[in-house]
Nanobody
Framework: VQLQASGGGLVQAGGSLRLSCLAS????????MGWFRQAPGKEREFVSA????????YYADSVKGRFTISRDIAKNTVYLQMNSLKPEDTAVYYC???????????????????WGQGTQVTVSS
């Protein structure tokens, strides 16, 4: 599976962005998908994840109520709608895919098998 993230950019606080992650590979539908982010000088952190069926969704507390993850199997794409953005959301955002069937592991970056290249999100105050 190859992943290509896009949709980042510069936005003012309170604004919105939608990130997309296009996956190539015939078995995309069997992977759970996650979004992580990494700010300068900080470790990569979990943002959100969605199971392959789309029936279970997980969010970091810091983005709950503001971000929405979704996936379109037909388009091999997972989305991250980000609303009410804050300066502390500034980071490089990565999408990732995992075959791990244990959803409790979706919070951990080392459980993911494939990663996209990252897209920069900058939120100005």
């Amino acid at each position: 599976v190859q992943l290509q993230a896009s949709g980042g950019g510069l936005v003012q606080a309170g604004g919105s962005l939608r990130l997309s992650c296009l996956a190539s590979g015939r078995t995309f539908s069997r992977y759970a998908m996650g979004w992580f982010r990494q700010a300068p000088g900080k470790e990569r952190e979990f943002v959100s994840a969605i199971t392959w069926s789309g029936t279970k969704i997980y969010y970091a507390d810091s983005v709950k109520g503001r971000f929405t993850i979704s996936r379109d199997i037909a388009k091999n794409t997972v989305y991250l709608q980000m609303n009410s953005l804050k300066p502390e959301d500034t980071a490089v955002y990565y999408c990732a895919a995992t075959r791990d069937p244990n959803s409790g592991n979706y919070y951990y970056s080392d459980r993911y098998d494939y990663w996209g290249q990252g897209t920069q999100v900058t939120v100005s105050s």
